[in-house]
């Protein structure tokens, strides 16, 4: 039978998920989430923080147990002694990857098309395209493209928030508000 070959360590597994957080959570979700929450959107951030450290501590431990590749699928498969169950549980990990890469590929598309007169559609396609090539070549190839990445997402991050605490006035916000 093949086994995978571990490539990835602590560090690029930790940049993988901060990458996701940040390039979903952060770029992609925040203009719509701060149009409805207003000045109090930090306290949606912070809940989510609380439900995201749970869930990386779950998968911590999801990995110290069963130290192999798709530790979710082993867990329920010796949980529940059942292979349907595991089945179920690896594809929804699979439609769950698809659906935070195309979260983040369609972020990026609307950020594109600002720039350039292009799709929303278009420059979400390409991006995966370009990404799928970077993985086929890949696994560490595309984890030290994921760490460069997401170093530049938090680079820009931590410039937004320096600048928006040297401009901003903060007496004059309140962080309880919100517009409806």
């Known amino acids: ?11 690029h597994l930790t940049m993988y998920g901060v990458g996701l957080i940040l390039g979903a959570g952060i770029y992609v979700l925040i203009g719509e989430a701060t149009g409805l929450a207003g000045d109090s959107v930090w306290i949606a951030f912070v809940l989510g923080s609380v439900v995201a450290l749970f869930a990386g501590l779950s998968y911590a431990e999801l990995s110290s147990i069963f130290p ?20 179920i549980i690896g594809w929804l990990t699979v439609i769950t990857s698809m659906v935070m890469a195309a979260t983040v590929a ?10 350039l007169n292009i799709s929303t559609t278009i ?5 995966i395209g370009i990404l799928s090539i970077i993985n086929f070549i890949g696994i560490r190839e595309s984890s030290w493209t994921n760490t460069i990445f997401t170093i530049i997402e938090a680079s820009g991050l931590i410039l937004v928030i320096i600048i928006g605490f040297t401009i901003s006035e903060p007496e004059s916000v309140n962080y309880f508000e919100s517009p409806t």
């Open 123 to 127: 420059s979400a396609i390409v991006l």
């Open 1 to 11: 039978m093949f086994e995978l070959k571990r490539e990835m360590g602590l560090f």
């Open 68 to 87: 192999k590749a798709a530790a979710e699928y082993t867990f329920i498969k010796n949980a529940f002694k059942n292979n349907f169950f595991a089945f």
């Open 106 to 115: 369609l972020g990026f598309g609307g950020y594109f098309s600002e720039f």
